[in-house]
């Protein structure tokens, strides 16, 4: 590839991309409430490991919501929404326990309640009011938390402040609660704080030395997108080898992201010697876990909108997106038609 290509415009996160991290902040953003999911784990597998039998498992953890424990009213509520362990389906009793998780501080009840009301889910009807009302409690809760020390709350209330979610919008209070997390050891705020100085979010100056000190932080924790973005901010500054380094551990963690870069890498020789032997491997990993079709889907915007710090190539993007459009897919015949 002559040197000349090599020095294109590079679109290190395209539109693609961000929807990518978009996927990845719902994620962290629902699944990992700093009184979520990872404290309802932990009630779990205290009961898991205490009461053998799903019969025992049941009343305990009834005995334990009925005495006040919020985290086991919100489980138990999570139970009557999924059935199991002798519980039927019983959506008006999981509101009922959520509501009454929710009334006592369980910051994830008040958020499941604020999206039910929202959604109109589980026998809920739509109704905005009772949705900013929880959304307001529960990002209150979240902030004394956060004022207090804790961790998993400061990464949160930054999410609320950027999000404007049950609290105004405000980027620069945004910022000073990732960085107070970041600072705190917290690996997802690691992660948004080097993609705010890489990117310029959050009215922040973009800085290459801070977004790779902090991608590095959460990378060496094993965040898989802090791995994949430091790849891209090397590529990105043409430093292809130690793109290739970071790629090749996201690779390791069969990440689908790793092997597209590193077979564009193996295609235009960036960093690796020139192989279309391996590139082609990779496209056959990549086409083995998504099916023929997505696979033309995100290849083709990959190629595009040209990824992680990788040169594009738009006629063949929209080649791939053409033929995927050809066989049926809805979505490619969608992005055509945004495509110039």
Known sequence: MEKKQKKKLILVISISSLVLIAGATVWHF?????????????????IEINYQTAKGRREAIEKAANNGNAVAQYYLGVCYTQGGLGFSKDYKKAIEWWKKAAKNGNTHAQWKLADCYRRGSYGLGKDKKEANKWNKKAAEECRKSAEAGDVKAQFQLANLYARGKGIKRDYKKAFKWYAKAAENGDVNAQFRLGLSYDRGLYKTTKSRSQAEKWYKKAAEQDNIWAIIYLGALYAKHEDYDKAVQ????????????????????????LGVPKDINKAKQYLKQISGRMGAQRTLVFLGRAYYYGQYGLPGDKAKGKELIRKAAKNGSKRAARMLKRMK
């Open 30 to 46: 629902w699944g990992r409430t700093y009184e979520g999911r990872n404290e309802i784990e932990r009630f779990k597998n205290y």
């Open 246 to 269: 970071q790629w090749e551990k996201a690779v390791k963690k069969k990440n689908i992201v790793g092997e597209y870069c590193l077979m564009r890498c193996y295609e235009l020789g």
